[in-house]
């Protein structure tokens, strides 16, 4: 089964607008913690935002912010007053366990295109 | 603080040919990956490190697929003979342990593109 789940291969926003981009989990452990990436067109994976399994609030980082529904597994990322410059390919991943590093899982993507 | 290093960013080689990819990590950080991304099966791990040793190699392919890290702050991985199939873009990855923090994220590299032909 899939762990992490991205819906949307492609979306697009008007810039200045705002974006939700969908993400669903899949864990037994009651420990782990969600990662947002930006992957631009030159490649390179940018982290953007982090929620721990435990965190009691959403997550922000400036236009970022995580919509966490533990209930729902979901973590969806959104961003606020679109810019060109988030046209890119956005990742969803999740880390389990704790006390020791685990690698990440990663979600399929989702390309994100911001129409001026 | 410098982020982690690949090289080289870009390489075209011929099949059969052996390949090298390296990796500087993050100073400090404990754990090291590598990521290869291609189309059709996204971001996939292949191997990891922690201080120094693998732990989990499960995601190499093949035996033509080797990683080392002889110390902490280099790492590479091999391919030997290369593929056309083993075109892609693989990542070096760092993280510092311990529990799910929001510090203890994973690093990225900008990533090594290879082309196999």
């Known amino acids: 089964a899939q762990k992490i789940t991205q819906t949307q291969p492609g979306m697009f926003v008007q810039e200045k607008e705002a974006v939700t981009l969908d993400c669903t989990y899949d864990t037994s452990d009651p420990s782990y913690g969600l990662f947002w990436y930006k992957q631009p067109s030159s490649g390179e994976m940018i982290f953007l935002i982090y929620q721990g399994s435990y965190d009691q609030q959403n997550a922000t980082e400036g236009r970022y912010s995580l919509n966490f529904q533990k209930a729902r597994k979901s973590a969806n990322l959104v961003i606020s007053a679109s810019q060109l410059g988030d046209s890119a390919m956005y990742f969803c991943a999740m880390r389990e366990g704790v006390g020791s590093a685990r690698q990440l899982t990663f979600g399929s993507g989702t390309q994100l295109t911001v129409l001026p | 603080d410098a982020g982690v290093i690949q090289s080289p960013r870009h390489e075209v080689t011929e099949m059969g040919q052996e390949v090298t990819l390296r990796c500087k990590p993050i100073?400090?950080?404990?754990?090291l990956f590598w990521y290869r991304q291609t189309m059709m099966r996204g971001l996939e791990l292949l191997i990891y490190?922690?201080?120094?040793?693998?732990?989990?190699d499960s995601g190499m392919p093949e035996d033509r697929f080797s990683a080392k890290m002889p110390n902490a702050s280099f790492s590479t991985l091999k391919i030997q003979p290369s593929e056309p199939r083993d075109s892609a873009v693989y990542f070096c990855a760092s993280s510092l342990a311990g529990v799910l923090l929001s510090g203890n994220t994973i690093y990225f590299g900008e990533g090594s593109w290879l082309t196999v032909v």
């Open positions: 490190f922690n201080n120094n040793v693998p732990i989990d």
């Open positions: 100073s400090g950080h404990d754990y």
